[in-house]
């Protein structure tokens, strides 16, 4: 049996929690309040995203667990080997490697959106072409692709320097929210009366949150980043649960900033209707003038800057684990001779990216769609993972090897099942208050139908892995018990 490629421990607890929150908040956060609030009005978002947080944090004690137990590269492709076999451990790891990568074109393509507000003369030059009513600009493209040429670059320099400029991003990023919420609270040209109605008047208010609601996998998306680097740990995998628990709560807090200071600063429903393409830079630069303006923009690059070092942290150690395991070519699973990191999943996850800016702004909303497809399959499979080790009693089935009394958290992973469900049946059922858009469903026929074909080409090379031989390239250890195999 060939020896296992591992992964240098250099992690510290402070980066993790970083890599956590700062892969959750990314430009949604700063760019989408006044999409969201046409939608939900400022409460129904608030109460949205509390709600969000609260199932998210329910689907976080199944990663709790597994994280502790199987601190391994590539997260929940793992788990669904553990309970479902090798099968389902591709089907998992394709449609995450979907949604990773989805989040790193959204958080370029986000970034040259950022210039294109700040430095409209710059960034509208090299005209190309329009899609869906969107004009795209070659300067965008360049800034968006270099964005992701220099995060690549950085992550291949080694997980230390991008595991501490994480948290270096993250503390900037905290510091400007709560500034803007501050400023724009004791500003004596905003009020309260701003933020009425609280919902928006052509809906109910249930249809209101629950559109908010549906969005959360995307939202929180980055507190299941932590999985991906649990290898590269150097403290016990055991604080991981209070970590993702912790990065949570900050990125809801977050969220509900952004909303507040955006409706205060001016009455929602005319600054929706306004349609602009950064309603809510719209609303504090007319409050807080340039310093305002500076603090949203400053605070936004951290939001991307931490989305992009997440998610190329994420979906390299994915599609590292992957090649591991011998589903994926071996190229992927090759360190560099330096500093260590899998450098061929840096590079390829950041071309793949650089293809979404030439989509334009409408390509965003389709990306989000998708990627809120992916996470919560994954999301699934882990709390279905969880669910089959945890076990209600001794009962006849019960084995030491592989199984833990635990039926409060047996009922936990069972909730975090059925929210993992309803996000996945919000987005894909007609009718739908988050259903999802022709262009969105095209893509996704797509990717199922790629990932179809490749596995078809992998089978019967990948089904001739002895089941010993697999459980310890995916998990390190031959003497786990897998179950389905």
């Keep these: 049996m060939e020896e296992r490629t591992k992964l240098k421990k250099s992690l510290k607890p402070h980066w993790v929690w970083a890599i ?3 892969s959750s908040i990314g430009w949604g956060a700063f760019v989408q309040p006044t999409v969201w609030m046409g939608g939900g ?3 129904g978002v608030i109460i949205g995203f509390l709600i969000g947080a609260a199932l998210m944090m329910l689907i976080a004690v199944s990663y709790g667990f597994l994280i502790k137990s199987f601190p391994v590269s ?3 492709f793992a788990y669904a080997f553990v309970s479902l076999g090798r099968i389902h451990a591709f089907i998992c790891g394709w449609f995450l490697t979907l949604g990773y990568i989805c989040i790193v074109a959204l958080n370029a393509s986000a970034f040259a959106l950022m210039f294109k507000f700040v430095f409209p003369k710059l960034i509208e030059n090299l005209h190309m072409y329009q899609i869906a009513g969107w004009d795209v600009y070659g300067m965008e493209v360049i800034i968006a692709s270099a964005a992701l040429i220099i995060f690549g670059y950085l992550n291949i320099r080694g997980t230390g320097l991008s595991g501490s400029m994480q948290f270096v991003f993250c503390v900037i990023m905290l510091v400007g929210v709560v500034a803007i919420t501050l ?3 004791v500003d004596s040209a905003t009020t309260f009366d701003n933020v009425k109605p609280y919902f928006p008047s052509d809906t109910s208010m249930f249809a209101a949150i629950i559109s908010i609601v549906a969005i959360a996998p995307w939202a929180y998306v980055g507190f299941d980043n932590v999985p991906q680097a649990a290898e590269e740990f150097n403290f016990s995998s055991k604080k991981a649960f209070s970590l993702i628990i912790l990065a949570i709560l900050f990125a809801a807090l977050l969220y509900s900033f952004m909303i507040a200071a955006t409706a205060m600063a001016s009455p929602w429903e005319a600054l ?3 349609n602009h393409i950064w309603g809510t830079a719209v609303a504090i630069q007319d409050v807080l003038g340039t310093l305002g303006l500076v603090l949203l923009v400053v605070a936004l690059s951290m939001g991307i800057f931490t989305g992009l070092n997440g998610f190329i942290i994420s979906s390299s150690r994915l599609l590292f684990a992957m090649s591991r395991a011998k589903i994926i070519p071996e190229v992927f699973s090759k360190v560099h001779p330096k500093y260590k990191t899998p450098y061929v999943g840096i590079i390829f996850t950041a071309v793949v990216a650089m293809f979404a800016p030439w989509f334009g702004r409408e390509a965003l909303l389709w990306v989000v769609d998708m990627s809120s497809i992916g996470v919560s399959i994954a999301y699934f499979y882990t ?3 969880a669910f089959s080790i945890f076990k209600w009693s001794m009962d006849s089935g019960f ?7 635990a039926p409060g958290k047996k009922f936990i992973s069972v909730i975090g099942m059925l929210a993992s469900l309803t996000f996945i049946g919000l987005l894909l059922i007609p009718g739908s208050p988050a259903f999802l858009g022709i262009e969105s469903r095209i893509a996704l026929i797509a990717w199922v139908a790629l990932g179809f074909v490749f596995y078809l080409a992998k089978r019967t090379e ?7 031989e697999l459980n310890y390239l995916i998990l390190g250890n031959k003497k786990i018990e897998v179950e389905n195999e």
């Excluded at 084995?399 to 009394?405: E, G, L, S, T």
């Design 20 to 22: 956590a929150l700062g």
């Design 41 to 43: 009005g400022p409460l």
């Design 74 to 76: 590539g997260g929940e």
């Design 183 to 185: 400023l724009v609270g």
């Design 272 to 274: 929706v209707a306004e």
């Design 383 to 385: 709390c279905y993972t």
């Design 399 to 405: 084995n030491p090897a592989k199984h833990v009394v």
């Design 462 to 468: 990948f089904n001739k892995i002895p089941k010993e």
